[in-house]
């Protein structure tokens, strides 16, 4: 297999370095999956070295202010999911202090096994937090150390199949009036309609929409995927709305006219996390799909929204079949060991990998060089 597209390289001098290599041809794991791959390490000269390892931690953190600057007061969480310290040469295999490597290029192969129960990669757009896998090589030398890291894509299984009333379908009526100089116009009326809430990361949401507008101005119409993030720190909640996604009505509804929005699309964005993030206490994500109406002028927008589901894994069976069916499990969690092979998925994980390879997401995951995206 091929790792050398999945590659990324640090500098450590004017001609030292280290990259890694990945066998994982997704460039996206789940909890409980194996880790497997190779560091590289290039010595421009002869060098004496304590220790080559690896070492990988799992956490969210997040962090805002509110108050001035002179009554600050800052709300900090953090989430620790998983640590590991895996030694690849040296002293941490019993090689003792000083081991001197001539000058070259060397290869370590590495394998460990993700924790169950992992929340997904997540980076807050608004930079206030984030669920980071972060897996750092380390050449301990006498007096400083070089190091380079890579951040491991984390995607929880979110498995559509196993929620309730996923594929019901649902809609949302609002009204409003625009009062213009003390006289009130006609209303604007807009419905949304879907045919389910559940979505998978990477597809299409169809959508149907009717806007009726009785008001004396004319008005455009938007589409968007809201994906509201909410942080809780000591008892106190913040929420952050976020377009993800946005798709124009094209032209103008004008006054006494009624249009139908037939046959629209929404794409969800491949690299978003699915619902909830499962496994993380102080972060959490809602989507909605929210029909926006906007009026000529100064006045207030009108919302029409649907909460909606986005998971990972698309709807396999009816809710029948739910019941006929086993709950996947991941495999049990195991100390990293680099002289450890790597264990053996089970069926219920092959199953969750394969349906994950399926989507389209996986390509966002790679930049144009094919390296391990951050």
Not at 12 to 41: C, T, W
Not at 215 to 238: D, E, G, W
Not at 242 to 252: F, K, S
């Amino acid at each position: 297999m091929d790792c050398s597209r999945f590659r990324k390289s640090t500098s450590m001098g004017k001609s030292d370095n280290l990259h890694f290599e990945f066998e994982n041809e997704q460039g996206v794991y789940i909890p409980g999956q194996a880790v497997r791959g190779r560091l590289h390490v290039t010595l421009s000269q002869a060098t004496n070295v304590r220790e080559i390892r690896l070492e990988f931690d799992g956490r969210a953190y997040c962090h805002w202010s509110t108050g001035s600057s002179n009554r600050r007061t800052d709300f900090i969480g953090r989430e620790d999911y998983c640590e590991a310290l895996i030694p690849l040469f040296g002293r941490g295999l019993g090689m003792g202090e000083g081991n001197n490597l001539p000058e070259g290029q060397y290869v370590y192969p590495f394998s460990f096994v993700l924790p169950p129960g992992l929340p997904s990669s997540f980076e807050d757009p608004w930079r206030i937090g984030f669920i980071r896998y972060t897996l750092k090589g380390i050449i301990e030398k006498r007096g400083f150390n070089y190091s380079g890291h890579v951040l491991l894509r984390v995607m929880s299984p979110v498995d559509l199949s196993f929620l309730p009333n996923i594929t019901t379908p649902i809609s949302n009526r609002q009204e409003k009036f625009l009062c213009c100089f003390c006289c009130k116009s006609g209303p604007i009326t807009a419905m949304l309609q879907l045919d389910r809430i559940g979505f998978v990361l990477g597809e299409s949401i169809p959508f149907q929409a009717e806007i009726q507008n009785m008001s004396k101005r004319a008005c455009t119409v938007q589409m968007n995927l809201i994906m509201n993030i909410s942080y809780h720190v000591k008892r106190v909640t913040k929420i952050l709305p976020t377009l993800a996604a946005q798709v124009l009505y094209p032209g103008n509804i004008t006054p006494g006219e009624t249009e139908l929005w037939s046959g629209g699309q929404l794409l969800i964005p491949s690299d978003l996390p699915p619902s909830h993030l499962p496994g993380c206490q102080i972060m959490n994500i809602h989507y909605s799909l929210q029909l926006v109406v906007l009026p000529a002028g100064p006045a207030t927008q009108l919302k029409v929204p649907i909460d909606i589901l986005i998971g990972s894994i698309p709807i396999r069976f009816n809710q029948q079949q739910q019941v006929e069916q086993l709950t996947l499990s991941p495999p049990p969690y195991q100390d990293p060991s680099p002289t450890q092979p790597a264990p053996t998925s089970t069926s219920g994980a092959n199953l969750l990998l394969t349906q994950l390879a399926q989507l389209s997401y996986i390509e966002a995951l790679r930049n144009e060089e094919g390296e391990v995206t951050q």
